[in-house]
């Protein structure tokens, strides 16, 4: 049996961290229903082609949408003046951890964001790679390449796809490297300019499926 300095440590952490591990549970059931649902006959021909990447690219854009769609939301004034309000009348306590959050849930947004993109952007690269080297001349409508062993690079820096995500990924690298500590407090102005890509980014991540 557990005494109560233990019980009391892990009554601690779940209060600290109950939210964030909430967070990834559901990004982790986004994934992973995403993942499968790419493995349907309907994406038979296509799976055949790509494998595993074509699922991974497919989930972890899923997660990418659902965390751009959210990163924001900490930080806007309107949204948290409407969330002050309502959770004013229900909870003091939940609104004393909303504020007390707000900054640690737009950090875990963001870089749930940079991780799920590094991750699809090696997936793609794969399936580039793939569509080149499995490139089916029986349903030419599912190939991104145009013939067997095109370069994979050239379908990358030629496509709405490849171009789009390459300019998403200076961008975030841009607001990572900007958001860091050392810089953040030296060049706080640069750091805050610099977030306004964001702006282009979702532009960018609109346009990003279409072929």
């Known amino acids: ?115 799920a993109a590094v991750i699809h952007s090696i997936a793609h690269l794969v399936n580039s790679v793939n569509f080149s080297r499995h490139y089916d001349i029986h349903h030419p409508e599912i190939n991104w390449a145009k013939y067997r062993g095109q370069s994979p690079l050239l379908l990358v820096l030629t496509s709405t796809v490849g171009l789009t995500g390459v300019a998403m990924l200076v961008v975030l690298l841009l607001m990572l490297l900007l958001s860091l500590k050392c810089v953040r407090e030296s060049h706080y102005d640069l750091f805050w300019a610099t977030h306004f890509l964001f702006l282009p980014f979702m532009g960018l991540l609109i346009l990003h499926p279409l072929r």
């Open 1 to 115: 049996r557990c005494g109560p300095a233990a019980e009391g440590m892990a009554c601690s952490f779940l209060r600290s961290y109950c939210c964030l591990i909430l967070w990834v549970l559901l990004n982790v059931i986004i994934f992973v229903v995403s993942y499968h649902k790419y493995l349907r006959p309907k994406h038979y021909y296509l799976h055949t082609m790509l494998g595993t990447g074509l699922c991974v690219s497919r989930a972890s854009a899923a997660v990418v949408n659902l965390n751009a769609a959210l990163v924001l939301l900490p930080v806007c004034r309107g949204v948290n003046s409407l969330i002050y309000r309502a959770l004013n009348r229900i909870s003091r306590s939940l609104l004393s951890l909303w504020l007390a959050r707000l900054k640690d849930v737009h950090i875990t947004l963001a870089t749930t964001i940079v991780l």
